[in-house]
């Protein structure tokens, strides 16, 4: 009787080694399927990263661009109206000149006539 009850247990213990592996073996393919799942999900998010950084990028070089378009406007402005007072600046400088030759012309008639 003992090597009967030997021999059902050994074969039970067959049995359960059996269902040990094959549960092992799908824990085993839950886990690849889990660890190639993971890699996806890595390389996905990797992927946005570097998309989320190229459009960042490309809005700084947009708004880099924007502003120095802005500056470049403000700067021919200012130059405009710095050539603007300047031809202001010689118009009045002529026409000073002008008064001052003619005062000078009539000082100068002046001092002929007596």
């Known amino acids: 009787m003992e090597q009967e009850e030997l021999i059902q247990e050994l074969e039970l213990n067959q049995i359960r080694q059996k269902a040990a592996k094959e549960t092992l073996e799908k824990e085993r393919e839950h886990l690849n399927h889990f660890e190639e799942g993971k890699k996806e999900y890595v390389w996905k998010m990797a992927q946005e990263l ?19 378009g802005l500056c470049s406007r403000r ?17 009045h400088l002529k026409e000073q000149q002008e008064k001052g030759d003619k005062l000078l012309d009539l000082f100068f008639e002046s001092m002929m006539e007596k």
Do not use: M, T, W, Y
């Open 75 to 91: 700067l021919n402005r200012a130059v405009e109206d710095a050539r603007k007072f300047v031809q202001h600046a010689e118009q």
């Open 50 to 68: 570097e998309q989320a950084e190229g459009d960042i990028f490309e809005g700084l070089l947009s708004h880099i661009r924007e502003e120095g």
